[in-house]
């Protein structure tokens, strides 16, 4: 069964620096959710949070209105997440198609059920025509849709980007903005980005993060 709803519940995130994000409440349905805001405003400790990979200091992240807290919880949590970090490293000379089978593996997708999955999201991306390439020698824009093939492979509820389409020409960002709206008729969806094309062409509701703050949610204008 699928998310209909990821929720952060007056959330707050402390760093040893003093800096502190919230606390902060959101709610994120099924589509496609933006998180604007400049660098160091807060997105990508929000991103954190979501994908289970960062716990709250205060307040709760809730899945369908049920609390994730406990740590058998969150690791059920994350099971059903796919994130594609800002900055993805892997090996250069690792074929396309073997770094789809590992993340599958990693995902736990049955054995019997690799190939098939792997063959679906190369062929959902078009990415096929390169399975057998290095990733190391594809463009920004194919590395990207790879990485997002990877997060997809497990068919999870629930799809992270953060900053998904810094460093891609304008071709490529289209392309691939295009892929990640067809992503969100079926799941929750949340990107965090400073560009403004992306929100306009993709998202259905925008939140503005500022300051470790977030002042409120808007309908995209279309």
Not at 192 to 217: E, I, K, N, R
């Amino acid at each position: 069964m699928s998310a209909d709803t990821i929720e952060l519940d007056q959330v707050v995130v402390r760093y040893r620096s003093g800096w502190q994000l919230g606390p902060v409440s959101a709610t994120f349905p099924v589509g496609v959710s933006a998180l604007v805001g400049p660098n160091g405003s807060g997105k990508t400790t929000m991103l954190a949070v979501l994908t289970g990979i960062k716990r709250p200091r205060a307040g709760t992240l809730r899945r369908d209105g049920q609390p994730v807290r406990r740590r058998r919880e969150g690791s059920g949590y994350r099971a059903h997440i796919g994130y594609v970090p800002q900055e993805c490293t892997w090996s250069p000379s690792w074929p396309v198609e073997d770094f789809l089978a590992f993340c599958a593996r990693m995902y736990r997708v049955p054995s019997t059920q690799v190939r098939h999955r792997c063959q679906g999201v190369m062929s959902d991306l078009n990415v096929g025509q390169f399975a057998h390439q290095p990733i190391g020698t594809l463009s920004g824009g194919q590395k990207r849709r790879v990485f997002l093939a990877a997060a997809l492979v497990h068919d999870p509820e629930v799809l992270i980007l953060d900053e998904p389409t810094v460093g891609l020409d304008p071709g490529e960002r289209i392309s691939f903005r295009r892929h990640v709206v067809e992503q969100a008729a079926s799941r929750v969806v949340v990107l965090s980005t400073h560009l403004m094309d992306d929100v306009a062409l993709s998202a259905d509701q925008v939140y503005l993060v500022d300051g470790g703050t977030l002042p409120g949610a808007a309908p995209c204008p279309n």
